[in-house]
């Protein structure tokens, strides 16, 4: 009896295993700081701004250098790159877990952000590498998308129960573990893998990338928080520039940082573009049910977010359904646009919500977040399967920085519309407070009778706008979705060429 030598054993599973460490870590410090930072600001006494970076900085870094690690990992070898990402953020944790100035911990968040950046495409693209066998990279790219969706949720109610028993320091500090035990088992279980001939790395298109990719962000992010202004428009307009500099000059430098021959791959730029559609709908629904479930239902934030796991859970099943279906021979595009459908249903619980509905915000969170994770995993399996294989790292980072702008959009349009709904019905003689938002409406709500149930039914108002808008937003990638993936199967079990690919010890 022979083994397959594309199919993946024991090692390769276990190995998978550790990879789900450093990734659900990153997920995680997205919203670790949710409960955390009353205490920080009581500890370090921040200032307005110095808070709001403290909040940010960690994701505009990593947003900034997915596509440089990406490319970096795919030179210098994705496990040299996770590894030494992996200490750097297990320092740079330690860092933040004791800082003593406001200063020292916003550079900790960055130096986090910069670990954040090489963990997150070199995990996706050690999949790729250790699971040629389509049938099996499926499954482990469904456990990749899981455990990254489910991580983000499990931060906010990490860091409430942390901050309820230790002191702020110790969100940081459960890091350490998870990066120890990486680095010790890294060298022995994951394989090398690196392009045979990567050609020189393009530095000029690192400040290029970053200036592509941070004006943007940050110029959505604004306008969800404030679109009242000119700032983020020309922030965003600046950003766009940066961006036709940056394609020029991978069209035209002999070794660019991303290679233009990846969206000639099939099915790869119709995977980006429909995984941006998937984040948009996740974070732009975020927006609104976090604050549904404390500003409206009136729970405590260590409550909301121990309420919001429950739509965690059927996660867990969403991607292998979807794998067993396509492995089934249900057609990969027909699965992608019935997980669109399925989200579109989950934003329509979400637009018959009440102001006292919280089993019908949770079961509509769950629908959502059960029918992206199908989209999102066959997705990613859909754009690495059709990456060569010394491309990983510059494919999965594509689909993170897409995955990056799609949530940042999500924020602003959703966030704007709900917004504007908000207002609208909130009385003119209301406070200024009142009419920027919910919590400023609650706080003054003790000196203007029957301002709080107004501004409640005005906020869940906006929801039902902006959820609207959602649903139909993803109802019409669930009919566009098979136009696009037509032609676009997975493909057949085969050994694919291999790169510069070693076995740790041998």
């Known amino acids: 009896m022979t083994t397959d030598p594309t199919r993946a054993g024991r090692r390769e599973w276990t190995a998978l295993g550790v990879l789900m460490l450093p990734l659900l870590l990153v997920s995680m410090d997205v919203s670790v700081l949710y409960f955390a930072i009353p205490a920080i600001s009581a500890d370090l006494e921040p200032s307005g701004t110095q808070q709001l970076w403290i909040f940010d900085v960690y994701g505009f870094v990593l947003a900034g250098l997915l596509m440089t690690m990406g490319s970096l990992g795919d030179r210098v070898g994705h496990r040299r790159l996770l590894l030494l990402g992996a200490a750097a953020f297990g320092a740079a944790s330690l860092v933040a877990a004791y800082a003593s100035s406001a200063g020292t911990l916003i550079a900790a968040r960055a130096a986090l952000g910069i670990g954040g950046a090489t963990l997150m495409p070199s995990t996706m693209a050690m999949v790729r590498t250790m699971f040629t066998d389509p049938a099996q990279r499926t499954k482990a790219i469904g456990l990749w998308s899981g455990v990254m969706t489910a991580g983000i949720a499990l931060g906010s109610v990490l860091s409430g129960v942390l901050v309820e028993y230790f002191w702020w320091g110790s969100v940081f500090l459960v890091n350490l573990p998870a990066m120890a035990l990486l680095l010790l088992l890294g060298p022995v279980l994951l394989p090398e893998s690196r392009s045979a001939d990567p050609g020189r790395f393009d530095w000029p298109s690192v400040p290029l990338s970053m200036a592509a990719v941070l004006p943007v962000i940050y110029g959505l992010k604004e306008i969800a928080a404030d679109g009242r202004h000119a700032g983020p428009v020309v922030s965003i307009a600046v950003g766009l520039l940066f961006t036709l500099l940056f394609v020029h000059r991978q069209r035209t430098t002999v070794s660019p940082m991303i290679d233009p021959a990846l969206f000639r791959g099939r099915g790869f730029a119709p995977a980006v573009t429909l995984n941006l559609v998937a984040a948009?709908?996740?974070?732009?629904?975020?927006?609104?049910?976090?604050?549904?479930?404390?500003?409206?239902?009136?729970?405590?934030?260590?409550?909301?977010?121990?309420?919001?796991?429950?739509?965690?859970?059927?996660?867990?099943?969403?991607?292998?359904?979807?794998?067993?279906?396509?492995?089934?021979?249900?057609?990969?595009?027909?699965?992608?646009?019935?997980?669109?459908?399925?989200?579109?249903g989950g934003y329509g619980l979400l637009a018959l919500a009440g102001t006292d509905a919280l089993w019908l915000v949770l079961t509509g969170c769950g629908v959502l977040a059960c029918g992206m994770v199908v989209v999102m995993s066959q997705i990613t399996d859909l754009a690495l399967s059709g990456a060569p294989v010394e491309r990983a790292g510059s494919a999965s980072s594509l689909l993170e920085t897409g995955?990056?702008?799609?949530?940042?959009?999500?924020?602003?349009?959703?966030?704007?519309?709900?917004?504007?709904?908000?207002?609208?019905?909130?009385?003119?003689?209301?406070?200024?407070?009142?009419?920027?938002?919910?919590?400023?409406?609650?706080?003054?709500?003790?000196?203007?009778?029957?301002?709080?149930?107004?501004?409640?039914?005005?906020?869940?108002?906006?929801?039902?706008?902006?959820?609207?808008?959602?649903?139909?937003?993803?109802?019409?990638?669930?009919?566009?979705?098979?136009?696009?993936?037509?032609?676009?199967?997975?493909p057949a079990p085969a050994p694919e060429p291999q790169p510069a690919r070693e076995r740790a010890g041998t």
Do not use: C
């Open 280 to 344: 948009f709908a996740v974070m732009g629904s975020a927006y609104f049910t976090t604050q549904y479930l404390q500003s409206v239902l009136g729970k405590n934030a260590l409550e909301a977010a121990l309420w919001s796991l429950l739509p965690s859970v059927p996660i867990g099943m969403a991607a292998p359904v979807a794998a067993a279906l396509v492995k089934k021979g249900v057609h990969r595009a027909h699965v992608v646009a019935g997980g669109f459908a399925v989200a579109a």
């Open 403 to 490: 995955a990056e702008f799609g949530g940042a959009l999500g924020m602003a349009v959703l966030g704007s519309i709900g917004t504007a709904l908000y207002r609208d019905e909130i009385p003119a003689a209301a406070p200024r407070a009142a009419h920027e938002t919910l919590g400023g409406a609650l706080a003054v709500a003790d000196r203007f009778p029957g301002l709080a149930a107004t501004a409640r039914g005005a906020f869940t108002h906006g929801m039902h706008g902006a959820a609207l808008t959602g649903a139909v937003l993803l109802a019409g990638a669930a009919a566009v979705a098979p136009v696009l993936l037509r032609q676009v199967e997975a």
